[in-house]
């Protein structure tokens, strides 16, 4: 690796316009959004059951976009019911974001909010020290298990959180996306960080095989749109490639063999699909839902 890469996770500006490329450029929301709609309700069909109040934890909300589709079928399927919605999320920047959403949208009267700036392990930490663990009925982790150390200890620690007919979704690319045959071909090649490891939905039911967890997958398609890759001098398409490859700067300061090599690669069949005259990346996503 040539000493000029630096991981993408060092600037955090550029990361995060990265990421707000990247989603402009894929389907990883709308893919999110038909999971919830056509999925959603009968996974969460009994999680209120004879209960007063439905408790949600959010691990990594972000700045809440996903987890506000997730209340809004809360709400409908347990009309009236008041809602406690917790949310687990270390970037101050992230929750603003989230605050301004909730403060914006409108029918949210019958839930509470409530953020903790912390990590999912500082959470742990904290909640350990009380006596009566908070049990949940709902706990999510969308797109963020990547950032978590020991994941297999992070896993056991939430499912010993649920509650009754409580379940735990987690999202993740799958492990049939171009994301999983990025990252074994290059992985050890790009800049290496402790800050974000290369899981997929593969390694994951693996892990809860291990563990004896009970789950189940769902796997839908998603692309991520990489035609400005290609383009020289493109400010989109290197903002793109930057979170592909989590590089910052990767176009300039890439050793010029490994990004041929890469650049090549993207445009294979086992990466991308060609169509109407776009490159699209397979972004495909997993939906793995736990019961209590
Ligand atoms: C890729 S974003 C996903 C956000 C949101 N769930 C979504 O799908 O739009 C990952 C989020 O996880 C948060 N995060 C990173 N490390 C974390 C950790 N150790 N514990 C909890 N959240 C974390 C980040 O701050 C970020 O908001």
Redesign the pocket.
Known sequence: MASSMRSLFSDHSRYVES?RRFLSHSTEHQCMQEFMDKKLPGIIARIGDVKSEIKILS????AG??DLQILSKVQVQFPGVHINNEV????AE?ITKYKELVAKTSNLENIKFAWHKE???EYQNRVMEKKVLQKWDFIHM???LY??KDISATLKFFHGLLATNAKMLIILVSGTSGWDKLWRKYGSRLPQNDLCQYITSSDLTEMLDGLGIKYECYDLLSTMDISDCFLDGNENGDLLLDFLTETCNFTTTAPPDLKAELMKDLQEPEFSIRKEGKILFNNNLSFIVIEA
């Open positions: 990421f691990i990594g909300g972000g976009e996903i687990v999320e270390p970037s992230q990590t999912s392990s969308i797109q963020m950032y978590v």
